[in-house]
T-cell receptor, first 115, second 115 residues
């Protein structure tokens, strides 16, 4: 089955700790994205990547970092610099960000809570 | 001004009725439009894409697009309690500086179908 997997499903972080959220896709999509969703708010773009070894900041990149060493994988690190990291994190992918018909598909999400 | 606007709801409809969900957008150059369904605690699931003016039907769902009025809607016929969810509108707009596209999400409309 093709799809997007995220792990873990739930994650708890202590103050001052960095944590890494995993995102893997086997859809052969070029583009991958990380969003953050807070209650009552829309999805906000953190980072995106069009190709391997290239990624761009989204609207709220401060306190986050990413890498794209393989086409299938786009991990997100939430650093201690992110002051309010408690949220639902969603990874998505699409065939090509340069396409106007660009449908995005989402993984199941990781819920991060700061203790 | 928000770029994609939706009424947050909740929109309550009786079982078997037609639910009408609306979305307006500000970028007149937007070319593609998407509806996602998001159950509580879950990730968004793509249910409809529409690219040209008019209606597009898929089972009980009909998406309607009016680019002149910058308006896209989703109709759900024969609504069922299982349709109770938050429905997110997304608009794909061209970023002229990079030649790539950016998804912009509305904050969603919560639909409640009453049995």
């Amino acid at each position: 089955d093709g799809g997007i997997t995220q792990s873990p499903k739930y994650l708890f972080r202590k103050e001052g700790q960095n944590v890494t959220l995993s995102c893997e896709q086997n859809l052969n999509h070029d583009a991958m994205y990380w969003y953050r969703q807070d209650p009552g708010q829309g999805l906000r773009l953190i980072y995106y990547s069009q190709i391997v070894n290239d990624f761009q900041k989204g609207d709220i990149a401060e306190g986050y970092s990413v890498s794209r060493e393989k086409k299938e994988s786009f991990p997100l690190t939430v650093t201690s610099a992110q002051k309010n990291p408690t949220a639902f994190y969603l990874c998505a992918s699409s065939i090509d960000r340069r396409s106007w018909g660009n449908e995005q598909f989402f993984g199941p999400g990781t819920r991060l809570t700061v203790l | 001004q928000k770029e994609v606007e939706q009424n947050s709801g909740p929109l309550s409809v009786p079982e078997g009725a037609i639910a009408s969900l609306n979305c307006t957008y500000s970028d007149r150059g937007s070319q593609s439009f998407f509806w996602y369904r998001q159950y509580s605690g879950k990730s968004p699931e793509l249910i409809m894409s529409i690219y040209s003016n008019g209606d597009k039907e898929d089972g009980r769902f009909t998406a309607q697009l009016n680019k002149a009025s910058q308006y896209v809607s989703l109709l759900i016929r024969d609504s069922q309690p299982s349709d109770s969810a938050t429905y997110l509108c997304a608009v794909n707009s061209l970023l002229t500086t990079s030649g790539t596209y950016k998804y912009i999400f509305g904050t969603g409309t919560r639909l409640k179908v009453l049995a």
